[in-house]
Nanobody, 125 residues
Framework: QVQLVESGGGLVQAGASLRLSCAASGRTFSTYYMGWFRQAPGKDREVVGRLRKSGTDSYYADFADSVKGRFSISVDNAKNTMYLQMNSLKVEDTAVYYC???????????????WGQGTQVTVSS
């Protein structure tokens, strides 16, 4: 059973940065494909970025067009934690952010098997 716990959300002004954490159980990042998703009120859950292992000590990540160049993903294997670094935040980035783990390399949230509880990010103008 995979357990995921997000943290790091908060209220920031537009243009600020925030780093979200996703603490995982076991060898999650080498076993599963990982995703960061977000869901704003009244909207569908959408992918923000995905991560997969690409080598012994390396990972590959890709991002939604809406966050490309502003967001990045990193992993600290010693801490079993994945991070979502969010820079140049915009009001439209306001949402609940989730990390997820699954066995398919996909942007479809329904294909991910394990989810964290989510963390709220609010960006004010």
């Amino acid at each position: 059973q995979v357990q995921l716990v997000e943290s790091g959300g908060g209220l920031v002004q537009a243009g600020a940065s925030l780093r979200l954490s996703c603490a995982a159980s076991g060898r999650t990042f080498s076993t599963y494909y990982m995703g960061w998703f977000r869901q704003a009120p009244g909207k569908d859950r959408e992918v923000v970025g995905r991560l997969r292992k690409s080598g012994t000590d390396s990972y590959y990540a890709d991002f939604a067009d809406s966050v490309k160049g502003r967001f990045s993903i990193s992993v600290d294997n010693a801490k079993n934690t994945m991070y979502l670094q969010m820079n140049s935040l915009k009001v439209e980035d306001t949402a609940v952010y989730y990390c997820a783990a699954g066995t398919s390399w996909t942007t479809n949230s329904y294909s991910y098997d394990y989810w964290g509880q989510g963390t709220q990010v609010t960006v004010s103008s």
